[in-house]
């Protein structure tokens, strides 16, 4: 069946504006959760969100970023008011309920001029 | 403070020998570990995991070792082929299905005909 999917795969913004980053996880999939990956570093937890459960935020690293997600499907992630130290790979992941690994998205590579 | 290290930042290895990528922990109330394997421009790919109740666990060429008294364990593949050239992370969680995973900072592999 399909993977996880995110949108755009590529985005170029100038700091100062907002930007918006979308995951489409496994049909069927009640978890997801959000990565970012700096250049050279490993993947670091942003947020993860387990069906109509609150949201698990203890990964983000402002204010100026926050997620939803509709249901079990689609969510997106907003960052607010980016700076270039927001530059990196956003990565979505899903896995089905009770399951402990997790499917990757081809991830969103944002850079912040 | 990193919890999950992976020391080696590359590895380059000739066709058809053994690779063996290491990885060590500090937190305790990890249970569980896994291996993705990342290409360029891709999300990682779920590889391999081991419960902590185990020491060792195999698939196809690919084996893993944990070490729970010295927070170690170690990707082993063997034989090497081209095409598992790929950065290579271990990540862990304390098992409980829907925990975030905690990543290393990925070791490169090269594998050479």
């Known amino acids: 069946g399909a993977g996880v999917s995110q949108s755009p795969s590529n985005k170029v913004t100038e700091k100062g504006k907002d930007v918006e980053l979308r995951c489409d996880p496994i049909s069927g999939h009640t978890a997801l959760y959000w990565y970012r990956q700096r250049l050279g570093q490993g993947l670091e937890f942003l947020i993860y969100?387990?069906?109509?459960?609150?949201?698990?935020k203890s990964g983000l690293p402002s204010d100026r970023f926050s997620a939803e997600r509709t249901g079990e499907s689609v969510s997106t992630l907003t960052i607010q008011r980016t700076q270039q130290e927001d530059s990196a790979v956003y990565l979505c992941?899903?896995?089905?309920?009770?399951?402990?690994?997790?499917?990757f998205g081809p991830g969103t590579r944002l850079t912040v001029t | 403070d990193q919890q999950v290290k992976q020391n080696s930042p590359s590895l380059s290895v000739q066709e058809g020998r053994i690779s063996i990528l290491n990885c060590d922990y500090t937190?305790?109330?990890?249970?569980?570990f896994l291996w993705y394997k990342k290409y360029p421009a891709e999300g990682p790919t779920f590889l391999i995991s081991i419960s902590s109740i185990k020491d060792k666990n195999e698939d196809g060429r690919f084996t893993v070792f944990l070490n729970k008294s010295a927070k170690h364990l170690s990707l082993h593949i063997v034989p090497s082929q081209p095409g598992d050239s790929a950065v290579y992370f271990c990540?862990?969680?304390?098992?409980?299905?829907?925990?975030?995973?905690?990543f290393g900072g990925g070791t490169r592999l090269m594998v050479k005909p």
């Open positions: 992941a899903s896995s089905p309920q009770l399951a402990l690994e997790q499917y």
């Open positions: 969100f387990q069906g109509n459960s609150a949201p698990d």
């Open positions: 990540a862990a969680t304390p098992g409980n299905a829907g925990n975030m995973l905690t």
């Open positions: 937190n305790s109330m990890f249970d569980y």
